[in-house]
């Protein structure tokens, strides 16, 4: 499992993150098969948030009652979780003082831990105040409750708003992305090019953005075809991708879903993939991909064959 110090931070973090939206009825030992395969993959990454569950903090309070963890045992973990979308009368995002607070001390709490090493803010508020985001963050950093913060499907404007207020790094933005849902990588491949819907700037240079500011992109739904409409992996809609997929996890005797993950964790931003399947086999598939070296030829090929323009 490959590595990384992530920048703004001391955590020595894997480029593979385990998502727990998904684990509300799963057992006890289901929950611990998944996180041990995880873990002894390498994975010591996981992925929380407040609305994951049945109902606020489930997915939460379902692992710290399957996993009952030491203290010795949470220090090897790097735990993270984020707050900002009420379902309850909405849903609608809120980025307030109270919400965040609330939000936090009930993950803590959920979690059965003093702190999580990075809080997200989860979909961005179009009434964000960032001031109020700035009080917050500041309280949560004294009290040792959150060690680190970052944001998810943030806009660098977006990120920079909050910056005129906020003071500590901002270390991660959890944005959607994957072979065949990366308008974020493929605009700029196609930039000053008429009359293709790819060269349109959607994403305001995001990339290069978090590449400049040291913020980890972390690259949620790997596998989707678009934005929950299924997987591009053994798809027919995607004949041509599957085939150079397959024709690569052969040369590099790997499973399908490794080289999916290798497309992403190969670009030179060092980004995180975040798997959220419940399927032990499946994470060490995905874990396969950390640090598969796609050539450059071999990276683009499987961009085309997603059906992006390369000029």
């Known amino acids: 499992m490959k590595t990384f110090t992530m920048p703004g931070t001391d955590l020595t973090a894997p480029n ?5 939206m998904r684990i509300q009825d799963k057992s006890d ?10 873990t002894d993959a390498g994975i010591t990454f996981l992925d929380h948030a407040d609305i994951y569950g049945s109902a606020t903090h489930g997915c939460e309070r379902r692992f710290a009652e399957a996993m009952q963890l030491s203290s010795s045992q949470r220090e090897q973990l790097i735990i993270q979780s984020k707050t900002g979308i009420v379902r ?15 939000g ?14 990075i ?3 989860h979909r961005p508020d179009a009434l964000v105040e960032p001031e109020e985001v700035a009080r917050a963050f500041d309280e949560l950093a004294a009290a040792g409750k959150v060690r680190h913060f970052g944001v998810s499907n943030h806009t660098p404007r977006q990120i920079d708003l909050l910056k005129t207020a906020v003071t500590q790094p901002i270390v991660a933005n959890q944005m959607q992305l994957s072979i065949t849902h990366s308008p974020m990588i493929a605009q700029g491949v196609a930039a000053n090019m008429q009359n293709l819907d790819q060269s349109i700037a959607r994403e305001d240079g995001l990339i290069d953005y978090c590449r400049l500011n ?5 690259a949620w739904s790997p596998f989707q075809a678009g934005f929950f409409d299924g997987p591009f992996l053994g798809s027919e809609r995607y004949p041509e ?11 590099y005797d790997v499973p399908a879903i490794a080289i999916a993950v290798a497309w992403i964790t190969r670009h030179p931003a060092q980004m995180q993939v975040v798997i959220g399947t419940t399927t032990p086999e499946r994470v060490t598939a995905s874990a396969a991909g950390s640090d598969i070296p796609l050539t450059r030829a071999e990276w683009y090929e499987l961009f085309r064959a997603a059906g992006y323009t390369v000029p």
């Open 16 to 20: 593979v993150v385990l998502g727990l």
């Open 29 to 38: 030992e289901e929950v611990r098969t998944l996180v041990r395969t995880a």
């Open 88 to 102: 309850e009368d909405g849903p609608y995002f809120d980025f307030s003082y109270e919400h965040i607070i609330s």
């Open 104 to 117: 936090v001390n009930g993950s803590l709490e959920a979690l059965g831990t003093d702190y999580l090493d």
């Open 119 to 121: 809080l997200l803010l």
């Open 214 to 218: 040291g913020i980890t992109v972390q």
């Open 241 to 251: 991708l599957n085939a150079v997929i397959d024709r690569l996890a052969a040369k």
